[in-house]
Structure formats: structure tokens, C-alpha cells
């Protein structure tokens, strides 16, 4: 049975939107002062979601796992400023207990299993008609990742894992404190020049996270300290400028948006680039993007060194100083970076 301030606050939501129509799921909450969670959980009350069980060790791998061969579908992560959509299929899927990869050009993704506290599977009535998805949540009731069946899914397939993974007796979630944002410490606690020759002394990009914690220096900080030769601050509207430049020169280049439990990635040309008011959009058949501009405070290309040669990034950050986009341009591993990225990046200039 449900506990009451779950009815309760259905009752809320229903409510709201009779004042204020349909609304996101995210803003939702927000006016209701809740957290998207547990909007979703107060859902069940009209049976529009269903919990999904967890693994006790290995929370919903089997689940990932058993989306290879359901065929399209479209993965959703975000974070406060950005949202990425990418359509595809899931294969190479590798899910271990705190880690997880899927490998595949079209779902690409990084997963940090031991921040998806909650999943549900949702269904909401559309004016385009019922719309299914899989939606996973953290601790505190902020939204991971979420996956929609599209036209071309094996709805079969799709519907019988779903099956397989509802909890029928589900208890209710309490969602508990959001991680307070880590605060960088002073400049002078860090060793600038041991920071600088390890940063020289990289051969693959995925060092940088190790070295940022052996010296104990933030992301935004470490730019800063390292040197101009290696990061350097750039206009805060580049992400725009920069993807401009991307499409015009069809240029494959790779786009990040994550969160703490799930980072997405898009490989390949952009096309359709669109503003909107204060969101620049990419709205391409299989890809799409949504970034609030007016959110990146900070705006920086930062170069790290790899085995095969310099690789470059263009990062924003918000006004908490939290990396929340990446674009670098395409790359494989063996094969130098694209000389029409680096074009791109130097024409951006310097503040």
C-alpha cells in the first residue's frame, strides 16, 4: 500500500497542472518543492509508474545488460544546464558494480553504478500518443539517465525486460541530501610546478582525473595553475561558436554531458544548430542537444597530452565552477587529433 503523503502529493501534482498545464517532470518537482524522484514515485498512485528492483550487489546491470538486442532506443542525460539525447542501440555492455561502459557509437556511455539509487518505468499520455520510459534516479532523487523506446524498438523484447525487472512490492524512497558541491582550497596549498610536470607526463586523457586527486586541486583550479601554454580561458559563448564552426566544416567532433552517475557521449557531424531564447540546441536526426548558453560562466581549451600527440578540449563551466559540457573533436585511439578541431579552437582567441 502506498503511504499517504505519496497520494498526497500526486493530489499536489494533479493540481498544478491543472493551474499551470503540462510541465516537465523536472520543473514539476521544483514547484512542488520536491525532488523529480519522488514526483515519479507519487505517479503510482494513477498507475502511470511502476518501481523497478534493484540487484542488492549489482543494482540494475542485469537490466543494462538485457538492453542489447531490444534494437533503438533513445538514451536522456543531463545535468542543471544541459541535456543530451542520443538514439541507438546498446551493445558492448559492460556493468560492474561501481563502473560501467556501453561501447557502441550510436549509445555511448560512462556509468557510475553506484549512484542509481531508483529506477521506475513510466508511462505518460501524450498528444502524440503513449509515451514508455526507463528512468533512473540518485540518492537524493536527481535524475541519471533515462531510456525511451522509439519506432524502431523490438517492443517485445523491450516490454518483456521491463517485465522481468518490475518490483511489485516496492518500499518508499527517502531520498537523502544531495553532495554538498566540492570546495577548491586555496591556490597556494598547491604544488603548481609538481602539478605542471605531471600534467607534462600524461600519455592517456584518463589520467587527468587521478592527477587532479593526487594533487588535491579542483578542475577549473587546475587550469588555471597549470600554465596558458596548456589551458586557457575563452569567450563564454564558444560552445556556440565552436559547434557553428563544427557544422559548417562537417566536421566529426564528440560531445560530453554527464552527471555524477552517468556521463553520454555523441561521436560524428553535427548539422542542425539552432538557438532558442537562451538554449542552443542541435536538433539532428539522431542527436540531440539542449545547453542553456546564459549558464556557462566559464569557458576554457585546455590541452592534455596523450601517446599520440596533444589532445584538445573545449570546456565549460557554471558559476560554481562545475564542468558540465566537453567537446573535443573525433578521435580514435592511434590517430593523432583533426587538424580542422584545432582550427576551430584557434580561432576562438583568448580573454
Not at 197 to 210: L, N, R, Y
Amino acid at each position: 500500500m502506498l503511504d499517504h503523503s505519496v497520494t498526497d502529493t500526486f493530489e499536489r501534482f494533479q493540481t498544478l497542472v491543472q493551474e499551470k498545464g503540462a510541465l516537465r517532470a523536472v520543473d514539476a518537482a521544483k514547484e512542488l518543492g520536491i525532488s523529480e524522484a519522488e514526483l515519479v514515485e507519487a505517479k503510482q498512485v494513477s498507475g502511470a509508474a511502476k518501481r523497478l528492483r534493484r540487484d542488492d550487489t549489482f543494482g540494475f546491470k542485469g537490466l543494462l545488460e538485457g538492453m542489447v538486442g531490444v534494437g533503438e532506443v533513445m538514451c536522456l542525460t543531463r545535468n542543471a544546464h544541459a541535456v543530451h539525447e542520443r538514439y541507438g542501440e546498446f551493445d558492448n555492455v559492460n556493468i560492474g558494480k561501481i563502473m560501467g561502459l556501453v561501447l557502441n557509437r550510436t549509445i555511448d556511455l560512462r556509468i557510475f553504478m553506484n549512484r542509481w539509487a531508483f529506477g521506475y518505468v513510466i508511462e505518460e499520455e501524450l498528444n502524440s500518443g503513449l509515451r514508455i520510459s526507463l528512468q533512473f534516479f540518485d540518492k537524493s532523487g536527481v535524475a541519471v539517465h533515462k531510456i525511451y523506446p522509439t519506432e524502431d524498438t523490438d517492443r517485445a523484447k523491450f516490454d518483456a525486460l521491463v517485465a522481468e525487472w518490475v518490483n511489485d512490492s516496492p518500499e518508499k524512497i527517502i531520498p537523502q541530501a544531495a553532495d554538498p558541491i566540492a570546495q577548491d582550497g586555496p591556490d597556494s596549498d598547491v604544488d603548481a610546478a609538481a602539478l605542471r610536470k605531471d600534467w607534462d607526463a600524461m600519455t592517456d586523457v584518463h589520467q587527468f582525473f587521478g592527477m587532479l586527486k593526487k594533487h588535491n586541486v579542483g578542475r577549473m583550479q587546475a587550469l588555471r595553475l597549470v600554465g596558458e601554454d596548456m589551458a586557457w580561458q575563452v569567450p563564454t559563448d564558444a560552445v556556440t561558436w565552436a559547434l557553428e564552426r563544427a557544422a559548417e566544416a562537417k566536421l566529426p567532433i564528440m560531445v560530453f554531458i554527464g552527471n555524477p552517475g552517468c556521463i553520454q557521449i555523441h561521436t560524428g557531424e553535427v548539422e542542425n544548430i539552432k538557438a532558442m531564447g537562451p538554449w542552443i540546441n542541435v536538433m539532428d536526426k539522431k542527436f540531440h542537444m539542449h545547453l542553456r548558453q546564459d549558464h556557462v560562466a566559464h569557458a576554457w581549451v585546455v590541452r592534455k597530452p596523450s601517446k599520440d600527440g596533444m589532445v584538445t578540449s573545449l570546456e565549460a563551466f557554471d558559476e560554481d565552477g562545475q564542468s558540465f559540457f566537453l567537446m573535443f573533436g573525433e578521435r580514435g585511439e592511434g590517430n593523432p587529433e583533426l587538424d580542422g578541431w584545432r582550427t576551430i579552437l584557434d580561432g576562438l582567441g583568448r580573454l
